[in-house]
């Protein structure tokens, strides 16, 4: 190995290297555009409101995969976040029939600590039990699923105004959904600082590699609770993004679990962690809808169109699989 | 960048391909109907009520294509497909509603793009949208009062319910709690829930049956030939038993030894029902509707019992063994339904090759 | 009496059932090179684990600075002045090198100053790690752990896989922590390398320190003889069974290169009065970092040994040649002619097979020992997957007679003890009439007994004509079981001995690339 092949990287200018460091997502990114632009082809009518359906149709799966990405990047996997979600949002539903306009402020930050509690009970159970990680939270899955039964037996509750109106219409242009602004900056609160934060770097490092990690004087135990907890307070806002959909409490969870490993996996994040961010599961998130809402426009029956969706999200995954391969050969 | 590139192609490759597709939809002269179902597929009752659609749409003549979506998905994936559709411009949706409450925003969009809503099976409080529903509170009534007559009005029955917090399943509870009222010496010695799925059920009444419970008639929301099986199966003497209408079930009332039962109608045609009506709301015909919940047209069950004479000559009448034994009978719905048995066996809409 | 810089006295570690350290001490003075020595298991990477904080001791004691402490944490043996080096850098792949140091709260200036120091100046931070070099990946765990200023900087096998450049200046950063009145301990392999740079050595044997001897010219027998421990307690073991070693000559060594510092290796290739012919051979082979350029001969009849210290290449050469691993250099011939394994049912097909030192790896814990033994003859890669009739029941009852079995746990395999259990993947490989064994490290946590009866069954098999190539990590092993023995060091052969003249001292040394001469001065346990 000589001094010139150590050097290498150095080759390289900084911005193109970020790109290169990104490419997955960059790739997402225009595969989106792509996706948009097809659309806007077979349907000429497609326009602002249907980009504001769309917006608020992805909320609550966006905020089920970026909760599965900050467990998965720190090498775990939460079965239960569409469980978490049914609980949260059943809670928010049940205390804002009760609470009012203003006291529904007050809902929403503790159905935040509620699920930043329950995410950091999953995380528990892990370390301490040292159980497997999809064993504990399958079982914790019924449980929470459970709780979400005895608070409310069946759909009902309701949502402050002002609170479904942050994901109802648009943002200073028509072309801005207010949904998409409102999960943009939810997600940038709490996921830049956390990506610039020592417990972020200890995230990817227990993820990465456990023993590098606990060398590097990561404790390894509380740090997957944290990444469970913040797992949890976002399931918890995907509860919320629920309630701000449909005005309600849903008690049987809903598709997400599952959607939301299908975005990350398609958004980068690998399921063996330390890889991955937020900015492809979002991407793909909507990736996957859009998929959905064309083949609708072009009229192809349900059953084919799951089928479609399926083979899609496995040809993408696996032609990434190919070019990471052929870049490490390279 | 070669990956930038590989994703390119793809993309190109998908915009190919659909340049390559005839446009599925596309409103011509008729109307094009969207139809929202959120859940079990694979279920014999919701895919009778989904090529009921089809048919009906068909045999309307005024139908030049549909929308189905057709997932299992819970009340904000339903938000998102009735959305799509309203993207796809469809001139009506016809719902299977997964919540009362929860569709409403999106069904007020519908109602802003000036689309016509009927939501089937079950209704929802959006005051635009129209309801057309089997009786669910009756077809409980109906089948609960004969099993307490057939009891002499007095003895232990089982109460084995479909999904706890389904609209349906509430309602039915209700008509079968006002029989219960009217008969005060029946004792309800178990009440299980089948969430509508027969290996559950026939597990739950099988551990009854092993319980050494006296049981002297069973009344089912739905899940009915698999507990006339799992009687036969444990060697158990046959009760009277209420199902609904069926296909396996109303083989079992006219054919097995022993059985006395009755099957109430539950009719998956349903969704045809619902696309006449939007067809009736599009052609301008809305008099005598109602929009809302007060104003939901109710279907009435009727009750099949091979105990009378007269009731076995309707089973005999219904029973077709080429069915599939988890399709209900009720295959049309009269002064509701337009198609003919073949137009719904062959669960084409317009347009479907 | 120096003030001790770190001081660790009494430090016990069980594992379960098993002890690691027993009561070891180490004592480390400013401004010394300290090496930390011992025998495959003696303790040394337990020790380090518990310095360094990521493995708790059960008990024991440690003053650094003339201070007590403990050490619950990377992150606290950090803090109180103890940094450390592992073999594989303690750098988190899918951080780019800056996030790497703000993990570890590095002080950036001090790491660019080290980086610069130790030859590589410009590299830039924000490289993921898994994009560089493992060379590079080294420079940069060590240049991190110098940039925090530690008061004793352990390097566990550091220096292993670095080319001699980077080595070199490794080195003399050592040299220049002492020259600051810090500290160094260091583990390594290579004696070459601890006697120019240590000042004192301590020597760990079965879990205690048993001698700290400082380093001045002839130490190294002082070592080796520390590491043995008193050769009295060993009676001089005979050969089980089998031929003289004379007179079965069988290995011949092609091409292996001298021992770096130009070790008297000088292994001369003998194909003197070869009895069988050539079955296995390795030309040139390599795989992988550890292993380079190995060549050796197999011949029917012959078991020819394999010794190594941990880590030096052996268990890519074994499962290079059993298929698992494909070679990135040289060629393997069977029966003279080359072949190209692309999975081990490739070399099974060709008679050569591999013996791991877990069992259960190899067997199904759960069948019986009959299914285990003829798991082989159904296995896919056999025509049509068709049995054979009778011949097969008859051919793995003869097998199992044949290797005396205790067939009274006929049951579930697992519940055999582990001689028999690998008795048993041995079996089954006979029943099929395989001609080439690797056996790797078989008789690992196997009693006496059965460990002969193993040695016993290689020698029968060799007589009746197969071929086996035996690893192991006992030393005393050798004479008992082998023919002859090649020394591996470095992932080069460096030695090829008769394995008559194979005692323990002789063989240490060769592992340790030291040269053959001298007779080792008997030490009592009290030395320094």
């Avoid at chain 2, 340049?19 to 094009?32: C, F, N, R, S």
């Avoid at chain 2, 007060?294 to 004479?309: K, M, R, S, V």
């Avoid at chain 3, 001897?213 to 069974?241: N, S």
């Amino acid at each position: 190995m000589s001094a010139p092949a150590v050097a290498a990287p150095a080759a390289r200018p900084g911005i193109g290297r970020t790109i290169a460091r990104n490419q997955w997502v960059v790739g997402l990114y225009l595969l989106l555009a792509a996706l948009l632009a097809f659309t806007f082809l077979i349907k000429p009518g497609y326009g602002p409101a249907d980009i504001e359906s769309l917006a608020i149709s992805v909320l609550p799966i966006v905020f089920a995969a970026a909760a599965q990405a900050v467990i998965v990047i720190a090498g775990g996997i939460d079965l239960s976040i569409g469980s978490l979600m049914a609980l949260t949002n059943v809670v928010a539903a049940a205390l804002m029939a009760q609470s009012g306009e203003v006291g529904a402020v007050g809902v929403v930050l503790l159905v935040l600590i509620l699920g930043t509690l329950l995410g950091a009970v999953n995380g528990i159970l892990v370390v301490v039990s040292r159980v497997p990680d999809i064993v504990v939270t399958l079982a914790m899955s019924f449980v929470w699923a459970g709780a979400a039964l005895l608070v409310l037996g069946s759909p009902g509750g309701s949502a402050a105004a002002w609170f479904m109106a942050l994901a109802d219409g648009t943002f200073l242009i028509e072309w801005l959904p207010r949904a998409f602004v409102t999960m943009v900056v939810v997600l940038a609160v709490i996921w830049i600082p956390l990506r610039r934060s020592r417990l972020g770097l200890s995230l990817y490092a227990v993820g990465s590699d456990r023993v590098a990690a606990l060398r590097s004087g990561v404790p390894i135990g509380r740090t997957k609770i944290a990444a469970y907890a913040i797992g949890g307070l976002l399931a918890g806002i995907g509860g919320l993004s629920l309630s701000m959909s449909t005005g309600i409490g849903l008690p049987v969870p809903g598709p997400y679990t599952l959607g939301g490993v299908a975005a990350i996996v398609l958004g980068g994040v690998s399921l063996a962690g330390g890889r991955g961010g937020l900015m492809g599961p979002v991407a793909a998130a909507f990736i996957l809808a859009l998929i959905r809402l064309d083949l609708v426009f072009l009229g192809v029956t349900s059953d084919y169109s799951q089928v479609i969706q399926g083979v899609v999200l496995v040809l993408v995954v696996m032609i990434g699989g190919l070019v990471e391969l052929r870049r490490r050969r390279a | 960048m070669k990956h930038t590139r590989l994703f390119g192609g793809l993309a190109a490759a998908t915009v190919a391909a659909a340049a390559l597709m005839p446009a599925a939809v596309a409103a011509q002269d008729g109307y094009t109907i969207g139809f929202s179902n959120p859940g079990g597929v694979g279920n014999g009752w919701r895919e009778e009520m989904i090529c009921s659609a089809k048919a009906e749409a068909l045999a309307s003549g005024e139908v030049t294509g549909m929308n189905i979506i057709h997932r299992n998905t819970d009340a904000a994936g339903q938000l998102e497909d009735i959305r799509s559709l309203i993207s796809a411009g469809v001139d009506a949706i016809v719902v299977n509603p997964a919540d009362y409450e929860a569709l409403n925003p999106a069904l007020q969009e519908a109602a802003d793009a000036g689309i016509v809503v009927v939501a089937v099976d079950a209704p929802v409080s959006q005051p635009t949208a129209y309801n057309l529903s089997n009786n669910q509170e009756e077809y409980a009534y109906l089948g609960a009062t004969w099993l307490f007559e057939q009891l002499g009005g007095k003895g232990n029955v089982v109460e084995m319910r479909g999904i706890p917090g389904h609209p349906a399943d509430t309602d039915r509870h209700e008509g079968f709690q006002r029989a219960l009222a009217e008969h005060p010496e029946i004792v309800v010695v178990k009440e299980v829930s089948t969430n509508w799925d027969p290996a559950t059920g026939a597990q739950q009444i099988t551990d009854i049956l092993n319980a050494g419970t006296q049981v002297d008639g069973v009344w089912t929301s739905g899940i009915d030939s698999w507990i006339v099986d799992a009687f036969i199966t444990a060697g158990a003497p046959l009760v009277p038993i209420v199902g609904a209408d069926n296909s396996g079930f109303v083989t079992q009332l006219l054919t097995t030894e022993g059985l006395v039962g009755a099957a109430v109608t539950n009719p998956g045609s349903v969704g045809g029902a619902g696309v006449r009506l939007a067809i009736h709301l599009l052609d301008g015909m809305a008099a005598g509707y109602e929009p809302g919940p007060e104003g939901t047209i109710l279907l009435d069950p009727q009750l099949w019992t091979n105990a009378t004479e007269e009731g076995k000559a309707a089973l005999a009448g219904a029973a077709d063994p080429s069915l599939d034994p988890s399709w209900p009978l009720g295959l049309s719905i009269p002064d509701w339904t337009t198609y003919t048995k073949e137009q719904l066996l062959a669960c084409k809409a317009p347009g479907e090759a | 009496m120096t003030e001790h810089l770190l001081e660790a006295t009494g430090v016990v570690k069980r594992y379960g059932g098993v002890t690691a350290l027993r009561g070891a001490s180490l004592a480390v003075r400013p401004g010394e090179v300290h090496a930390l020595l011992g025998a495959n298991g003696a303790g040394k990477s337990t020790l380090i684990k518990i310095l360094t904080g990521t493995v708790r001791p059960d008990s024991g004691s440690f003053r650094v600075g003339g201070t007590e402490r403990t050490i619950r944490s990377a992150a606290e043996a950090r803090a109180v002045g103890l940094a450390s080096i592992y073999q594989d850098p303690s750098v988190i792949p899918d951080l780019d090198v800056r996030d790497n140091l703000r993990l570890t709260r590095t002080p950036l200036d001090a790491f660019r100053g080290w980086m610069a120091e130790l030859g590589i100046p410009d590299l830039p931070l924000d490289v993921l790690s898994r994009d560089l070099p493992l060379p590079t990946l080294r420079i940069v765990d060590l240049a991190r752990a110098l940039a925090a200023e530690p008061q004793v900087l352990i390097l566990d096998e550091t220096t292993a896989a670095l080319p001699a450049d980077l080595t070199e200046r490794v080195l003399e950063v050592v040299g220049r922590q002492r020259d600051h009145g810090r500290a160094v301990i260091f583990i390594s392999h290579r004696l070459i390398e601890i006697s120019t740079l240590c000042d004192r050595a301590t020597v760990l044997r079965d879990g205690q320190t048993v001698g700290v001897v400082p380093i001045e010219p002839g130490a190294e027998d002082r070592i080796v003889a520390l590491m043995l421990g008193p050769q009295a307690e060993r009676p001089e073991t005979e050969r089980a069974t089998g031929p003289v070693a004379a007179g079965i000559v069988g290995a011949a060594l092609l091409g292996a290169e001298a021992g770096p510092g130009g070790a008297d290796a000088g292994p001369a290739p003998t194909a003197a009065a070869a009895p069988g012919e050539l079955r296995l051979a390795a030309r040139g082979i390599g795989a992988g970092s550890r292993l380079h350029d190995v060549s050796l001969e197999l011949r029917a009849g012959e078991v020819l040994g394999v010794v190594a210290l941990e880590g030096q290449g052996q268990e890519e050469l074994f499962e290079t040649l059993a298929g698992a691993r494909r070679p990135t250099a040289g060629t393997i011939e069977v029966d003279g002619r080359p072949v190209r394994f692309h999975h081990p049912a490739d070399a099974i097909r060709a008679g050569v097979v591999l013996v791991p030192a877990d069992r259960l790896q190899a067997l199904l814990p759960q069948r019986s020992v009959r299914e285990n033994v003829a798991l082989p003859f159904s296995a896919p890669f056999r025509r049509w997957g068709l049995r054979r009739g009778a011949e097969e029941p008859r051919k793995v009852s003869a097998a199992i007679e044949r290797l005396q079995v205790d067939t009274r746990a006929q049951a579930e395999v697992r519940r055999l003890s582990g001689g028999n259990q690998q008795k048993v993947t041995i079996a089954r490989w006979v029943a099929l009439g395989v001609r080439t064994l690797l056996c790797f490290d078989p008789t690992r946590g196997i009693d006496i007994r059965t460990k002969r009866q193993i040695y016993a069954l290689l020698r029968e098999l060799a007589d009746q004509g197969a071929a086996v190539l035996l690893y192991t990590s006992e030393l005393e092993e050798i004479r008992l079981a082998c023919d002859r023995v090649v020394v591996i060091f470095g992932g080069r052969v460096v030695d090829v001995m008769d394995a008559a003249l194979a005692d323990e001292p002789t063989l240490l040394r060769a592992a340790y690339a030291l040269p053959p001469d001298a007779p080792l001065p008997v030490l009592d346990e009290a030395a320094s």
